[in-house]
């Protein structure tokens, strides 16, 4: 019975000192969140990608938006560049936040994110 204790508290470890260094070379400044104002001005010096559903992309998107899927945008083979800078939205900004995380792992260029997504924007 003790065996078992020993073999779980070094799993634990284990795992534990797995979490503490997976993020340890990741760089999330890259990753900056900018107000309406500031994506409108700025972002047609980048790749400006939409990450909604897909029925709201063809309803209505900022113009010059490439519609992307999560797992299109994160795959290893995407055809995002990493060496310029993304412009990216959602909905209201939580899964761009978290996809933006996953670029930055992925060594991406700059990432900016829309504050408040696609449903703040003003016309």
């Known amino acids: 019975m003790d065996w078992i204790q020993i073999i779980i508290a070094i ?3 284990l795992l534990l000192g797995w979490f503490l260094t997976r993020n340890r070379n990741i760089d999330y400044t890259k990753i ?3 107000n309406e104002t ?3 001005n700025n972002m047609r ?3 400006l990608i939409d ?3 897909k029925e ?3 309803a209505d998107r900022i113009k010059g938006a490439r519609h992307f899927t999560v797992k ?3 795959h290893k083979y995407t055809k995002v560049r990493k060496d310029l800078s993304i412009y990216l939205y959602c909905d209201n900004g939580r899964k761009s936040k978290r996809i933006a995380r996953k670029l930055a792992k992925n060594n991406f260029s700059d990432i ?3 504050e408040g997504g696609f449903d703040n924007l003003t016309t």
């Open 72 to 74: 299109e945008l994160t």
């Open 32 to 34: 900056h969140t900018i």
């Open 45 to 47: 010096k980048g790749q």
């Open 11 to 13: 799993a634990a470890g």
């Open 112 to 114: 900016y994110i829309l």
């Open 38 to 40: 500031d994506f409108k």
């Open 51 to 53: 990450i909604r559903k």
């Open 56 to 58: 709201a992309y063809e």
